[in-house]
C-alpha cells in the first residue's frame, strides 16, 4: 500500500538513492524483486558504488555473458540465486528446467571465481530437505558460500498451511545451529528467524528499511505499507517519515508476537499508522 502510487524509479532516481545511501553511510543494500536483474542499467549503476555490498535476489534465468563480465568486474555484486531444495521441489516452485539452469550458473560463477549465494523459501513442504546436509553439501561444492533462508509467509488463505509453525521454526533454529558448526564453509542467514538474537525486528529504519519499484519506502518488503516516497523526498528524510518514526518511537518493532513476522502479524496496527500519518 504506497501513500501515493506513481510510475516506476528510473534508473537516475536509483542512482541517486545509491549515492545518497552511500554518503550516509550504508554499506549493504539488498536488490529484489520482481526479477532485479531486468534492470541492468540499475545493476550497473549499483557496481559503480563500490563502498556498498549489493547482493542481487535473482531467479538466475537472466545470467548471460554480459551479467557475468559485469559481476567479474565489479566485485561488490553478489548474485543470490533462488533454489527451493532439489530438482523436484525447485522445479515445482519455480519451472521446469530451472533446477539444471541454476546448477549451469553456478558452474559458470564458480569457474570465474566469483562469491554468491542462494536463497530458500522455506514451506512447511521442503523445509527438512533444504537443511539437509545433501542439499547443503551440493551448493557448498559448487562454490555456493551463503545460504539465506526466508520463511514463506502466507499472503493467501490457501497458501497458510506452507507457512511454518512453531513446530518448524524451533527445527529451523536447531538446524541452524547444527549447520554452522558442522559445515562452516558456508555462511548462513535466516529472515525472519535470526531476529530474536539480533533484538526484534529491525524494519522501518531501525535496521533497514524497503523502498519498493515505485519509490515507496515501507518499513520491511513483508509489510508494504508507505507514506513517504523517495522520489519526493532524500533517504534521510524517508528514513525519519511518520509511519517508521510511530513504528520505532513506540516499542511496536519489540513487542511480543506468536513468531514469524511481527509487523505481518499487527497489519491492523500498521494500517492505523499509516492512516494517522497520512492524515497528520
Ligand atoms: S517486518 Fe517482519 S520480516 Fe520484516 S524485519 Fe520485521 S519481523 Fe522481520
Redesign the pocket.
Known amino acids: 500500500m504506497d501513500a501515493r502510487p506513481t510510475a516506476q524509479l528510473t534508473d537516475d532516481d536509483w542512482l541517486r538513492v545509491f549515492s545518497e545511501a552511500d554518503a550516509l553511510g550504508i554499506s549493504f543494500i539488498l536488490l529484489a524483486g520482481g526479477e532485479p536483474m531486468l534492470r541492468k542499467d540499475v545493476i550497473q549503476a549499483a557496481g559503480k558504488r563500490q563502498n556498498i555490498l549489493f547482493p542481487i535476489f535473482t531467479n538466475g534465468t537472466f545470467l548471460n555473458e554480459a551479467y557475468l563480465e559485469l559481476f567479474d568486474k565489479c566485485r561488490n555484486l553478489v548474485p543470490i540465486m533462488s533454489i527451493e531444495g532439489g530438482k523436484e521441489n525447485t522445479d515445482a516452485r519455480r519451472g521446469r528446467g530451472i533446477y539444471e539452469l541454476l546448477i549451469r550458473n553456478m558452474e559458470k560463477l564458480q569457474a570465474r571465481g566469483l562469491v554468491f549465494g542462494a536463497s530458500v523459501t522455506v514451506t512447511t513442504q521442503n523445509i527438512r530437505e533444504v537443511t539437509s546436509d545433501a542439499f547443503l553439501k551440493e551448493l557448498s561444492g559448487r562454490g555456493c558460500k551463503a545460504v539465506i533462508y526466508v520463511e514463506f509467509v502466507p499472503v493467501t488463505e490457501e497458501s497458510r498451511e506452507l507457512a511454518p509453525g512453531d513446530a518448524e521454526r524451533e527445527y529451523l533454529k536447531a538446524e541452524l545451529k547444527r549447520m554452522r558448526q558442522e559445515l562452516p564453509e558456508m555462511v548462513y542467514v535466516s529472515?525472519?528467524g535470526d531476529?530474536k538474537s539480533s533484538g526484534g525486528?529491525?524494519?522501518a529504519g531501525r535496521g533497514f528499511f524497503h523502498i519498493n519499484s515505485h519509490g515507496g519506502a515501507e518499513?520491511?518488503p513483508?509489510?508494504p505499507y508507505s507514506d513517504t516516497n523517495v522520489r519526493d523526498t532524500s533517504l534521510k528524510e524517508a528514513l525519519n517519515s511518520g509511519l517508521f518514526r510511530a513504528l520505532r518511537e513506540n516499542g511496536h518493532?519489540l513487542e511480543d508476537h506468536a513468531g514469524g513476522?511481527?509487523?505481518?502479524e499487527k497489519r491492523e496496527l500498521v494500517e492505523s499508522l499509516l492512516a494517522l500519518s497520512l492524515h497528520s
Open positions: 529472515f525472519p531476529e525486528c529491525v524494519a518499513p520491511c513483508f509489510s518493532l513476522c511481527v509487523l505481518n
